[in-house]
T-cell receptor, first 116, second 113 residues
Framework: GAVVSQHPSRVICKSGTSVKIECRSLDFQATTMFWYRQFPKQSLMLMATSNEGSKATYEQGVEKDKFLINHASLTLSTLTVTSAHPEDSSFYIC????????????FGPGTRLTVL | AQSVTQPDIHITVSEGASLELRCNYSYGATPYLFWYVQSPGQGLQLLLKYFSGDTLVQGIKGFEAEFKRSQSSFNLRKPSVHWSDAAEYFCAAGGTSYGKLTFGQGTILTVHP
């Protein structure tokens, strides 16, 4: 149980285009989802916390107009990278929390974004 | 400020040798503590977690970790490493239920045959 999927697993796009990444909880309802960004050989950096039905809470330094997060249902959260540029190329990972009533998060497999 | 530190960026061990990965945290109170493992290009898999109670926690794949409040540490151990354990390991801490996690920098484990 507690499986999280992400789609797509890998995406290449041209500079200036927008890319949407989906994060789904497959066998449970996730009231809280988290979006992370991971640069090569670095740790995970939290971008935002997403609660179903409300606006996402962004971490300091993360542009909310560039990284649009929607959590419209208890099983789906989306991250849209708007007007992507090469510096947005990264590994994006989502996670779902609040499943067992504790702090544990269940992670998706990640999405590799490459902006040309 | 809350922080998690993994002092070792890269560790190399021989297959069959014992392993200890260090993790220190700085939090206002005892946080929830986790160890995750990440294979290249993959998401994170939970190895074990500590919330309260017994300070020696058993996890999957033969891993264990010991919470030491006096040292603000949560070190990960395995008595005999297998080649398949080669991966990156992350220690993480959280302050509240349903709350966000703070991750350490990660430790890359290389296993020599």
């Amino acid at each position: 149980g507690a499986v999280v999927s992400q789609h797509p697993s890998r995406v290449i796009c041209k500079s200036g285009t927008s890319v949407k990444i989906e994060c789904r909880s497959l066998d449970f309802q996730a009231t809280t989802m988290f979006w992370y960004r991971q640069f090569p050989k670095q740790s995970l950096m939290l971008m935002a916390t997403s609660n179903e039905g409300s606006k996402a809470t962004y971490e300091q330094g993360v542009e909310k107009d560039k990284f649009l997060i929607n959590h419209a249902s208890l099983t789906l959260s989306t991250l849209t990278v708007t007007s992507a540029h090469p510096e947005d190329s990264s590994f994006y990972i989502c996670s779902a929390g609040g499943v067992r009533g504790d702090n544990e998060q269940f992670f998706g497999p990640g999405t590799r974004l490459t902006v040309l | 400020a809350q922080s998690v530190t993994q002092p070792d960026i890269h560790i190399t061990v021989s297959e069959g040798a014992s392993l200890e990965l260090r993790c220190n945290y700085s939090y206002g109170a005892t946080p929830y503590l986790f160890w995750y493992v990440q294979s290249p290009g993959q998401g994170l898999q939970l190895l074990l977690k500590y919330f309260s109670g017994d300070t020696l926690v058993q996890g999957i794949k033969g891993f264990e970790a010991e919470f030491k409040r006096s040292q603000s540490s949560f070190n990960l151990r395995k008595p005999s490493v297998h080649w398949s354990d080669a991966a990156e390991y992350f220690c993480a801490a959280g302050g509240t239920s349903y709350g966000k996690l703070t991750f350490g920098q990660g430790t890359i484990l290389t296993v020599h045959p």
